[in-house]
């Protein structure tokens, strides 16, 4: 009997596998398309993209894992009943428990990952996600010195960039001053870089001149310089500190929100109810598999397959989960509901471990036919 449940979880496992790796990668796909105006305008590079489009895969995965789960379970229980293989070893003496031994198997493992996910590599990377996003859009050098353009900062104040190098390296920098119409000052360079500093940004410029005329006199000052610097810090709003989302914060910042931060005392009871729905949706798998394991394990068996039990479970599935997002919003609102999210997912396992473990009666046969040859 082990040998039959390795055979069963090895399908299980292959097929779970299977679909995650293809969900992941269509999810992957679509998801990056955003991120494809930072390419374009901010100059990313292709190996800073493909890291910022990997971070996001935990968040991904928490969907994923639980739909890929049931998908494997619908898939091969149903391919046992078509092959007549569950006749045979419901015939051998193999019970409802044993059949559905290594779906219940794979649901604790995907559980325990799901649970790893939730608690640290999901806020972890989204953490590193949203701060690499922030820094990448708010690069002063892709903001306001754009290639090729001539960058209005200020009126009066002009700057020109040749070409920006993906090291961040400037070459055929112009800075044109015309904020004191009498003196208007004009500063070349053959390379700079754009530097961030405690006022604020600046371009250091590196083999150049600065040009300056006295329009009253029409005398031209021009001075050569290996290394000049400009501050641009007073053109520049400063940027302010970034509040962390409910998805970047690890459980115990979301069920102990820090109530000095006048943000967090805000919004404390939408990061509670993400810190139960977290928890929550580690467990959500086991759900499904119960669900999926009452639809194909009980009832009357079928050859020719049991498309409408699979729909069935497909269609609770949906319900679990539509709930589960509706019961979310709701402890947002009203924190006293947030044990309904737990019970959305304790529900559907109870009810289904009721429709595996019941046993229907058999009709007596054998005594009603005698009776009726007997009065014939």
């Known amino acids: 009997m082990r040998a039959i449940s390795r055979y069963i979880f090895r399908q299980l496992f292959d097929a779970t596998v299977f679909v995650t790796i293809a969900l992941a990668c269509a999810i992957w796909l679509t998801q990056s398309l955003r991120f494809v105006e930072l390419i374009i305008n901010r100059g990313l590079s292709l190996g800073v993209f493909a890291y910022l489009t990997m971070l996001l895969l935990p968040t991904f995965l928490t969907v994923i894992l639980p739909i890929a789960t049931l998908s494997a379970i619908l898939f091969v229980y149903n391919k046992l009943t078509i092959d007549s293989e569950l006749v045979v070893l419901r015939a051998a003496g193999m019970s409802q428990g044993s059949l559905a031994k290594p779906a219940l198997l794979l649901a604790v493992l995907v559980s325990v990952i799901c649970l790893s996910l939730n608690v640290y590599f999901l806020p972890t990377s989204y953490r590193q996600f949203k701060d690499l996003e922030f820094t990448i859009r708010n690069d002063y050098s892709a903001i306001l010195l754009q290639e090729g353009v001539f960058n209005t900062l200020t009126e009066g104040l002009t700057v020109y960039v040749r070409a920006r190098e993906s090291n961040g390296e400037l070459l055929g920098v112009l800075v044109h001053d015309n904020r004191q119409p009498t003196k208007p000052v004009t500063m070349m360079a053959e390379r700079g870089a754009m530097v961030a500093s405690d ?9 150049g001149n600065r040009q300056e005329i006295e329009r009253a006199s029409g005398e031209l000052s021009l001075l050569y310089f290996d290394r000049y610097i400009f501050d ?13 989302e409910p998805r970047e914060r690890y459980l115990h910042e979301l069920f102990f929100p820090d109530y000095e931060s006048e943000a967090d005392s805000y919004y404390a009871d939408k990061l509670i109810a993400e810190g139960h729905q ?75 471990t009721i429709v595996l473990t019941h046993r229907p009666r058999r009709r007596r046969v054998g005594s009603t036919p005698r009776a009726a040859m007997g009065a014939g």
């Open 232 to 244: 641009l810090g007073q053109f520049t709003d400063e940027i302010e500190e970034r509040w962390r």
């Open 278 to 352: 977290r928890l929550a949706n580690s467990f959500l798998v086991v759900a499904f598999v119960f669900v999926g394991l009452a639809a194909l394990l009980s009832g009357q068996f079928n050859r020719r397959g049991q498309l409408r039990r699979i729909l069935v479970a497909a269609g609770l599935v949906v319900a679990i989960q539509s709930a589960g997002l509706g019961l979310h919003n709701l402890t947002s609102r009203l924190p006293a509901a947030a044990p309904l999210i737990y019970l959305n997912v304790l529900l559907p396992i109870l009810i289904s």
């Open 199 to 207: 006022s604020g940004p600046r371009v250091v410029m590196f083999k």
